[in-house]
């Protein structure tokens, strides 16, 4: 048998004396010795599959393993794909970065926005650039009120070697 993370225990792997019983179409069938839940689940040819090893008694079903392990693992791969994973776009200007550069890059920022993903802003100064860290933070200013209506800035901009580093994330919407 595959070793899973959470083990789930059948028919003779169940150790409890008594268990609270449940029928296959669903019904109570009340608190029984597990030789008598096993020979019911044995009669109607199928398995009895334990649901809550934590319950006073652990509550028990009559039920097709297999079927059971396939709507588990159903379960699992759709709430997996319910999940958005938030990924961290990058975006790099550079100090001398001209309007039509900009734009571009802004547009592309919006679009990291709105799609509900976080992104760092990375200016990068080179040589004498490093003098004049001040047209860097104008910069990163300027992106930071452009976007205002859609991000918030999660890091302010802060130096990181030769780089100016600022990170937005998403505005909640409403």
Known sequence: MATEKKQTRIN???TAPEVRLVGVEGEQLGIVKIYDALRQAEE??????EIAPTAQ???CKIMDYGKFKYQESKKQHEA??????VQIKEIKFRPGTDEGDYQIKLRNLIKFLEEGDKTKITLRFRGREMAHQEIGMAQLRRVSTDLAELAVVE???KMEGRQL???LAPKKKV
């Not at 109607?44 to 599959?49: F, G, T």
């Not at 997996?80 to 994973?85: G, M, T, V």
Request: hydrophobic share 45%; aromatic share 4%; net charge neutral.
């Open 12 to 14: 003779g792997e169940i």
């Open 44 to 49: 109607a040819d199928l398995d009895l599959v």
């Open 57 to 59: 008694p652990p509550v």
């Open 80 to 85: 997996k794909l319910k999940q958005k994973q």
């Open 155 to 157: 890091q302010f901009p």
């Open 165 to 167: 580093v600022m990170m």
